[in-house]
């Protein structure tokens, strides 16, 4: 089964809307972390947002906060505000303690913002 | 906040010639690092995990005779493709666990990655 699943191969919004990348997750460990991370056109993978299995509240950074519900095992991502400069792909990963703390990346969503 | 060095960012090289990829912590020590492969709009692959001082650990499918993995030292881990050939064209990102966030958890701090070409 696959560990982290992203749905959306690719989403358009309009600048300055806010846009939700969707990210499920699958895993029997109560100890996991859950990442997004930025990869513009050039290649370098930037971190934006952590969540914490045990964290009570949902974690925010900015104009990004992740939607935590851990119930549905789902951890999406919401940009606010969105600019052009946000056009890039999105990942979504998990670190699992049991497995030493590897980390699991999704597909990626291709995000690009619309003047 | 931590950052990892990544050389070269381009290369092409010629089939059957070998490539060096450096991959660097500048402010932090990494014992561990890990090599990833992407192809063209598709996620990244883990290719081995760098262990200083010891052997990778290369996931199933990936030949450790033709991706030679090197952790030198703490700072230092070196991915050497070798005998490439054009299939092995991709782009390879190194990252370490140097990051962290707010909250204390560790975070993948990736280079810039390489774009090999093979022609």
């Known amino acids: 089964a696959q560990k982290i699943t992203q749905t959306q191969p690719g989403m358009f919004v309009q600048e300055k809307e806010a846009v939700t990348l969707d990210c499920t997750y699958d895993t029997s460990d109560p100890s996991y972390g859950l990442f997004w991370y930025k990869q513009p056109s050039s290649g370098e993978m930037i971190f934006l947002i952590y969540q914490g299995s045990y964290d009570q509240q949902n974690a925010t950074e900015g104009r990004y906060s992740l939607n935590f519900q851990k119930a549905r095992k789902s951890a999406n991502l919401v940009i606010s505000a969105s600019q052009l400069g946000d056009s890039a792909m999105y990942f979504c990963?998990?670190?699992?303690?049991?497995?030493?703390?590897?980390?699991?990346f999704g597909t990626g969503t291709s995000l690009t913002v619309i003047p | 906040g931590a950052v990892v060095s990544q050389h070269p960012s381009r290369v092409i090289c010629k089939s059957g010639t070998s490539v060096k990829i450096e991959c660097r912590s500048l402010?932090?020590?990494?014992?561990?690092m890990f090599w990833y492969r992407q192809f063209p709009k598709k996620s990244l692959m883990l290719m081995a995990t760098s262990n200083e001082g010891s052997k990778a650990t290369y996931e199933q499918g990936v030949e450790k005779d033709k991706f030679l993995i090197n952790h030198a030292s703490l700072t230092l881990s070196t991915l050497t493709v070798t005998s490439a050939h054009p299939e092995d064209s991709s782009f390879y990102i190194c990252?370490?666990?140097?990051?962290?966030?707010?909250?204390?958890?560790?975070?993948?701090?990736f280079g810039a990655g390489s774009r090999l070409t093979v022609l």
């Open positions: 990252s370490a666990r140097g990051g962290k966030t707010s909250s204390g958890a560790n975070v993948l701090t």
């Open positions: 402010d932090f020590q990494a014992t561990t």
């Open positions: 990963a998990m670190r699992e303690h049991i497995t030493g703390n590897q980390f699991y």
